[in-house]
């Protein structure tokens, strides 16, 4: 891996995790994590499974480091490795059949369901869901709203990305495939 995208990844995700620190909870203590937005952009834009697997162990670090659900620590850390292999994939398999712009919205709202299923699945059979709520009933409440949000939120990132990477020398040395 190149020392370039290393840096430039962790940059993606730092920004990421602030983002995730000043978001207010919204559904039942929740919050729209920017930094699994975040984590769907810099897997998209390194092309590296490599790399995918350190965004995703480094992702599920930091949001288990700052989860208030009860019992998402372990849930977060397994939910980013799965998700992270599942979004890598997927953006493989679409690679050329579909326009970047239109490969963001869907594996920003598939990958968020996955992500959302694995985080309640894992705390459910861990520690239980808090508040005696079902699994289907916070997979409603939450994850189909954050999946929403998700895909505006990743559409945007991926955006500005791009256009502060073709406007920076960086452009053509780090990111290749852009």
Known sequence: MNLKRIVMASLFIAIGFIFRMLTPPVLLGMKPDFLLSMMFVTILLFDDYKMTLLIGG???ILTAVTTTFPGGQIANIVDKLITCQCVFLAFRLLNEKVNSQIKVLIVSFFG???SGSAFLSVAGLLFGLPGG???TMLFMAVVIPAAIANVIITAII??????AIKRTPLYGKVFEKI
């Not at 991926?158 to 256009?163: G, S």
């Open 58 to 60: 480094i992702v599920g």
């Open 158 to 163: 991926y955006n500005a990305v791009i256009l």
């Open 133 to 135: 709520n079902t699994f």
């Open 112 to 114: 968020t369901i996955l």
